[in-house]
């Protein structure tokens, strides 16, 4: 397994695998679940950023993202730090889902996976 690249290993997961030209990411959450939606996206997105940096990509390359939202009512708010933060030209294939997340306190969990 030495071609498959883990980063931030633990015992029950790891925020990103590459292999074969493709960084996975794990869901990622924000760090502070005070924050409203708009901000919790802003640090999920950063995350996301700082994990394909250290792939050795970039949002610019991303193949697909899911993003699941707590509640469906602030839809507009997650899509509002989106849109600042997307690369118009190269929007990936997006889904949304509204789900249960894992901390009640989280409004919102993103998985990207990206071309290196």
Known sequence: ????????????????????????????????????????TKQVLTTIDALLKEAGTSKERLLMVQIFVA???????????WDEWVSKDNAPPRATIEARLA??????????????
């Open 1 to 40: 397994m030495s071609d498959i690249k883990r980063t931030n290993v633990g015992s029950r997961l790891s925020d990103m695998a590459v292999f074969n030209g493709v960084a996975y990411l794990a869901g990622q959450v924000p760090d502070d679940a005070t924050l409203d939606m708009e901000g919790q």
């Open 71 to 81: 509640n469906m009512k602030e839809f507009d708010q997650m899509n509002k730090a």
């Open 103 to 116: 901390n009640p306190d989280y409004k919102v969990e993103i998985v990207a996976t990206a071309a290196l």
